[in-house]
């Protein structure tokens, strides 16, 4: 068994809307049946005893390696405790090899099930050991370092179950909620409109102090220390008990309370000059307790209790700490709910204080504190008491956060009891903490947990607030980027800040800010992260689907356009229309529930896509007699399409009329890919919204030309003849071009065309036998990357499709893209015609465009650029 390519699926993919790897595991002939393989099941049961059913439920054919691996990959993540469920094996083409997927929470933990499956399917071949305890240990370890912590976590969790989507853009806890212009970002549990000045404010504790003691609110007094002969002078100024601490500091570390000797005083210090400056404050009696402040509003309060055990007058005091640590509540970080007791010298300082050793035996049932202060980050417990807080604390934890500048605030108080008024017992607030922990409140050691990550999602994104905007995907096999760009233009049209992303490259707001092809999930991502973005389009390309998914969780409408034959047929496994027709399927399936999809109701395979979408169906087709779109008008559901010339949008009785003479590009309706381009992106507007009156002004005033929609029928004039750049690459587009030229005159007709090499042999040949009956003269050419091909492979192959043409009297080769435009430009006289299938895009039209410039010819004003 080898597994030769591993791919991270991290948006909705072909196989399941899951998060995902997919494999391509290659199995030799006895491994595709491991019923031939003497024992190996009950030898693979006795190492992973819970590996689970190794036959799909409902598959009937032989159980090979590939579904042990699968089954073996996605049963460790589940022992490892990551919330996974989905898995599939299936067989490709190519006999004895499969393609394996199997869900992933996060992508790490992923990678790694998969290489200790495989670990653990070699050892059951060979006979060897497998620790699977280890290996689940060394999972769950992955897990803890890679997911979000409680409180990032918590909040992750509130948005999605609003229906907010997010994104994780670090390793850390710094995630995106929303898209483009309405995105909100939160580091943890601190927001992004907390400026850093407040978060500063916050870190100086002494600054903070005067600041809260300037509003009137009750707090310890307590100043800045040198060293720690200073900090004793302070103390002994204050009087003891005092608390040393560092100046700068959070989570209580270096924290140390209750000092009320010289030696244990310089044990605080020493602890406290590890993280920073340090300062010298009065302690204060009672309890401790942290008050969260979301916003305007107290959200929550826990008491917090110090480290401790109780005694068992059997057990050692470290003993006891221990068996404290075994709880699988506590962990080493804040991954957990509880974090484990230290026994470190501040401990052991402690104990000295109430006149115990680490290997004492304390009598049973008494309290043995192992810390003074009561941070869960370092051993605490907490208790709810949100529900007992007096209305004046309250305020008083509201008017610190205020003070300081902080929307998410954790304020530490000291008092006897939060029901009274801090005054009255000689309280006060001795911190205020940016990003403060919310494990205490989601998973306190006693009381009812509390919704702080819903909280803090309420205050980022008000009832009813998603944070979306309107998200567009087009994909099909031809007009997807022509199609991409007129939704877009009709939406800038709409004073909307528009993100797209198509196969020329990412704009944003009409800016180009990257090239290439961008129809991509990577790209989409992308503009969803600009904050300039009110709306976005996305060419979404089989490729990128195949390779990682979509890039965005769900869209508002989806078009499907087409689905044709020579779109890369035979790549990734691939290999049928129909496969390809499941692939475009995606977007599909992926439509918000009040979205829509827009799909062609006169290609079948897409009009059989409608029963897949969760949310509604636009039709559309130019024939408003076909049946399928005559019984969506019967049902009273929306329609598009062309009557009595002008493109018609109907729903119900109601009906939207736009004379194909007011829009440019489809030449009075002659063009037909263009018409149907245009119902496209006329049903994705009306799906979103948009106003009728804008989209008649936007589509009279798109163009076309080689600027703005380069390499799609761009026109323009040399020597009196007509000239046509286009990128059309499959036989699909070979028609339409071919029927969009017939309606333009010419004397003399010629093409210059290379062909793809990673498209399949029948298809380049197809191509040049569709040209050879429409054009006098073909000029070959062969591109600059042959993708695989032996030079002069796809010439070939070229002049063979041209064995039976009809109508080309003249075919040469020539190498060189450009050499072939020129000799192409050569051989035209005035009335002549010539259409040049371009494979460098840019370049070529840059060389175009010279050689128009040089013989002092435009491009026609009578006959707008059109788009493909």
Same mark, same amino acid.
Request: hydrophobic content about 40%; proline content about 5%.
């Given at each position: 068994m080898e597994v030769s390519r591993i791919r991270a699926l991290r948006g909705p993919n072909l196989w399941s809307r899951h998060t995902a790897l997919e494999a391509i595991v290659s199995c030799a002939p006895i491994?595709?049946?491991?019923?031939?393989?003497?024992?190996?099941?009950?030898?693979?049961?006795?190492?992973?005893?819970?590996?689970?059913?190794?036959?799909?439920s409902g598959y009937q054919g032989p159980v090979a390696l590939a579904h042990v691996l699968e089954a073996a990959a996605l049963a460790l993540q589940i022992q490892a405790g990551c919330p996974v469920t989905f898995s599939r094996t299936t067989a490709t083409v190519d006999i004895g090899v499969y393609q394996v997927v199997v869900a992933y929470s996060e992508e790490?933990?992923?990678?790694?099930?998969?290489?200790?499956?495989?670990?653990l399917v070699q050892a059951t071949l060979q006979g060897n050991s497998f620790d699977v305890d280890a290996s689940i240990a060394q999972l769950r370890d992955t897990d803890e370092e890679e997911r979000l912590g409680p409180s990032t976590g918590?909040?992750?969790?509130?948005?999605?179950?609003?229906?907010?989507?997010?994104?994780?853009?670090?390793?850390?806890?710094?995630?995106?909620?929303?898209?483009?212009?309405?995105?909100?970002?939160?580091?943890?549990?601190?927001?992004?409109?907390?400026?850093?000045?407040?978060?500063?404010?916050?870190?100086?504790?002494?600054?903070?102090?005067?600041l809260l003691h300037a509003a009137g609110a009750p707090v310890p007094i307590g100043r800045p220390v040198?060293?720690?002969?200073?900090?004793?002078?302070?103390?002994?100024?204050?009087?003891l008990p005092v608390v040393v601490k560092p100046r700068d500091g959070n989570q209580g570390k270096g924290v140390t309370v209750n000092i009320t000797n010289r030696e244990h005083l310089q044990i605080g210090f020493r602890a406290a000059a590890e993280v920073g400056e340090v300062m010298v404050e009065k302690y204060l009696?009672?309890?401790?307790?942290?008050?969260?402040?979301?916003?305007?509003?107290?959200?929550?309060?826990?008491?917090?209790?110090?480290?401790?055990?109780?005694?068992?007058?059997?057990?050692?005091?470290?003993?006891?700490?221990?068996? *404290? &640590?075994?709880? !699988?509540?506590?962990?080493?970080?804040? =991954?957990? +709910?509880?974090? /484990?007791? $230290?026994?470190?010298?501040? @401990?052991?300082?402690?104990?000295?204080?109430?006149?115990?050793?680490?290997?004492?035996?304390?009598?049973?049932?008494?309290?043995?504190?192992?810390?003074n202060n009561a941070n869960l980050s370092t051993g605490g417990t907490a208790t709810d008491v949100t529900d007992d807080v007096h209305p004046e604390v309250a305020a008083n934890a509201v008017a610190a956060a205020r003070m300081v500048g902080l929307h998410v605030c954790g304020v530490d108080v000291v008092c006897e009891s939060v029901l009274r008024p801090m005054r009255?017992?000689?309280?006060?607030?001795?911190? *205020? &903490?940016?990003? !403060?922990?919310?494990?205490?409140?989601? =998973?306190? +050691?006693?009381? /009812?947990? $509390?919704?702080?990550?819903? @909280?803090?999602?309420s205050h980022l994104f008000a009832h009813g607030d998603d944070g979306r905007i309107p998200v567009v995907a087009v994909t099909g096999t031809n007009g997807k980027t022509t199609t991409t760009r007129l939704i877009a233009h009709l939406m800038a049209s709409s004073a909307l800040r528009v993100g797209m992303t198509n196969t020329d490259g990412v704009y944003v707001n009409g800016q180009q800010i990257d090239s290439g092809d961008c129809s991509g999930p990577k790209s989409a991502r992308s503009v969803l992260m600009h904050p300039d973005v009110d709306a976005a389009v996305f060419e979404t390309a089989r490729g990128g689907i195949l390779r990682e998914g979509l890039g965005f969780d769900r869209c508002e409408v989806a078009v499907v356009t087409n689905i044709g034959a020579g779109d890369h047929l035979g790549l990734n496994y691939i290999t049928t229309v129909e496969d390809l027709a499941v692939l475009k399927r995606v977007i599909v399936q992926n439509v918000a529930p009040a979205g829509y999809a827009v799909l062609n109701a006169a290609d079948p395979m897409v009009r059989a896509m409608a029963p897949s979408c969760p949310g509604n169906i636009i039709f559309?087709?130019?024939?408003?007699?076909?049946?399928?779109?005559?019984?969506?008008?019967?049902?009273g559901k929306r329609t598009v399409y062309v009557d009595d010339g002008a493109i018609v949008a109907a729903e119900g009785s109601w009906r939207e009329h736009i004379a194909l003479s007011e829009i440019p590009v489809t030449r009075n309706g002659s063009i037909g890919f263009q018409v149907e381009n245009v119902m496209a992106a006329v049903a994705a507007a009306w799906a979103i919204g948009l106003n009728w009156d804008t989209v008649r002004r936007g589509l009279a005033s798109f163009s076309t030309d080689a600027g703005n929609v380069p390499g799609r029928f761009n026109m323009m004039e040399y020597r009196g003849a007509t000239v046509i750049a286009d990128y059309g690459h499959n036989p699909d587009a070979m028609r339409a071009l071919v029927a969009a030229v017939n309606a333009l005159p010419a004397r003399r007709r010629s093409v210059v065309i290379s062909g793809a090499g990673d498209r399949r042999d029948d298809d380049i040949r197809e191509q040049t036998g569709i040209l050879g009956d429409a054009f006098d003269d073909v000029l070959l050419f062969q591109d600059a990357c042959q993708r695989g091909r032996a030079d002069g492979e796809v010439l070939a192959l070229l002049r063979n499709g041209l064995a039976q043409a009809k109508r080309a009297s003249y075919i040469t080769e020539i190498r060189g893209e450009f050499a072939a435009i020129d000799a192409a430009l050569e051989r035209l006289e005035p009335g002549d015609l010539c259409l040049i299938l371009v494979d460098q895009v840019e370049q070529a039209l840059a060389h175009l465009a010279r050689r128009v410039t040089e013989a002092g010819s435009t491009a026609p004003a009578e006959a707008p650029a059109l788009a493909y």
């Open positions: 491994e595709r049946a491991i019923a031939d393989l003497p024992d190996f099941e009950s030898r693979l049961r006795e190492l992973f005893p819970a590996v689970g059913a190794l036959r799909p790490a933990v992923g990678r790694l099930a998969f290489e200790l499956a495989e670990k918590a909040i992750v969790n509130a948005a999605a179950a609003r229906g907010i989507p997010w994104r994780r853009l670090t390793r850390g806890s710094l995630v995106q909620f929303g898209w483009g212009s309405r995105q909100r970002r939160i580091q943890a549990a601190e927001v992004d409109a907390t400026s850093a000045v407040s978060e500063s404010i916050a870190q100086d504790k002494e600054l903070t102090k005067r040198k060293d720690a002969d200073d900090a004793w002078a302070a103390a002994c100024d204050i009087g009696s009672g309890n401790d307790f942290r008050l969260l402040v979301v916003g305007q509003q107290l959200v929550a309060a826990a008491r917090r209790d110090p480290p401790h055990v109780i005694g068992d007058g059997i057990h050692s005091v470290r003993e006891l700490v221990d068996r *404290v &640590n075994t709880d !699988p509540r506590r962990g080493e970080g804040h =991954s957990t +709910s509880l974090t /484990k007791i $230290r026994f470190d010298e501040i @401990a052991v300082a402690r104990l000295n204080a109430q006149g115990l050793a680490p290997q004492s035996v304390p009598a049973k049932g008494r309290r043995v504190v192992l810390r009255e017992q000689h309280g006060g607030i001795v911190e *205020v &903490n940016a990003a !403060p922990g919310l494990r205490m409140h989601l =998973s306190p +050691s006693f009381g /009812k947990g $509390r919704p702080v990550g819903e @909280a803090i999602v559309f087709a130019a024939d408003h007699h076909h049946p399928a779109m005559a019984t969506q008008r019967a049902q």
